[in-house]
T-cell receptor, first 115, second 112 residues
Framework: KAGVTQTPRYLIKTRGQQVTLSCSPI?????VSWYQQTPGQGLQFLFE???????NKGNFPGRFSGRQFSNSRSEMNVSTLELGDSALYLC??????????????FGEGSRLTVL | QQPVQSPQAVILREGEDAVINCSSS?????VHWYRQKHGEAPVFLMI?????EQKGHEKISASFNEKKQQSSLYLTASQLSYSGTYFC?????????????FGKGTHLIIQP
């Protein structure tokens, strides 16, 4: 079974630009979560989607947004990039629903550098 | 509120034991442990629910003290493959792993 796939793996943007990151969850998983990882703050929760609906949101500004498609694939978007947005963005999926065990399956992340 | 992990880093010889602690100032429903190797995705280790149940996985086990809102991860007879950064994630309500609040991590280095 293929794991969680994130694209692109690396990208460089400049301040003020916007970026879209993509995540394909494990087949059959309906829940997708996004986390920002930085050396100073560690892993911080951005948001979680289940069956195309945002169920939970972390404490990030409105520049950070996401969505989930009917095939469970998810995208997150960051607009008006700031230097502090440089981070590894991790996507995690889980089955959700009755089969949920709580275990998150993480992708290898998209490393964003903002210049 | 981000849980506090201790120690921040630890260096051990292969075969030694390690304990990593995770403390919260808020009442917790569950504690989740993950390990991340450099350049790789975090990998799930175990979940502990309130009630103090101790879970084990081979030579890695953990406990959850509900009164103290503290969880400890025990690595027995550490192996080189145990090296990595260990994160605890906490959840204050039930409903799965969405919205975990992670600690800043504990860097574990196992030397031969």
């Amino acid at each position: 079974k293929a794991g969680v796939t994130q694209t692109p793996r690396y990208l460089i943007k400049t301040r003020g630009q916007q970026v879209t990151l993509s995540c394909s969850p494990i087949s059959g998983h309906r829940s997708v979560s996004w986390y920002q990882q930085t050396p100073g703050q560690g892993l911080q929760f951005l948001f979680e989607y289940f069956s195309e609906t945002q169920r939970n949101k972390g404490n990030f500004p409105g520049r950070f947004s996401g969505r989930q498609f009917s095939n469970s694939r998810s995208e997150m978007n960051v607009s008006t990039l700031e230097l502090g947005d440089s981070a590894l963005y991790l996507c995690a999926s889980r089955p959700g629903g009755a089969t949920n065990t709580g275990e998150l399956f993480f992708g290898e992340g998209s490393r964003l550098t903002v210049l | 509120q981000q849980p506090v992990q201790s120690p921040q880093a630890v260096i051990l010889r292969e075969g030694e034991d390690a304990v990593i602690n995770c403390s919260s100032s808020k009442a917790l429903y569950s504690v989740h442990w993950y390990r991340q190797k450099h350049g790789e995705a975090p990998v799930f280790l175990m979940i502990l629910l309130k009630g103090g149940e101790q879970k084990g996985h081979e030579k890695i086990s953990a406990s959850f003290n509900e009164k103290k809102q503290q969880s400890s991860l025990y690595l027995t007879a550490s192996q080189l493959s145990y090296s990595g950064t260990y994160f605890c994630g906490t959840k204050r309500t039930g409903g799965g792993a969405d919205g975990l609040t992670f600690g800043k991590g504990t860097h574990l280095i196992i030397q031969p």
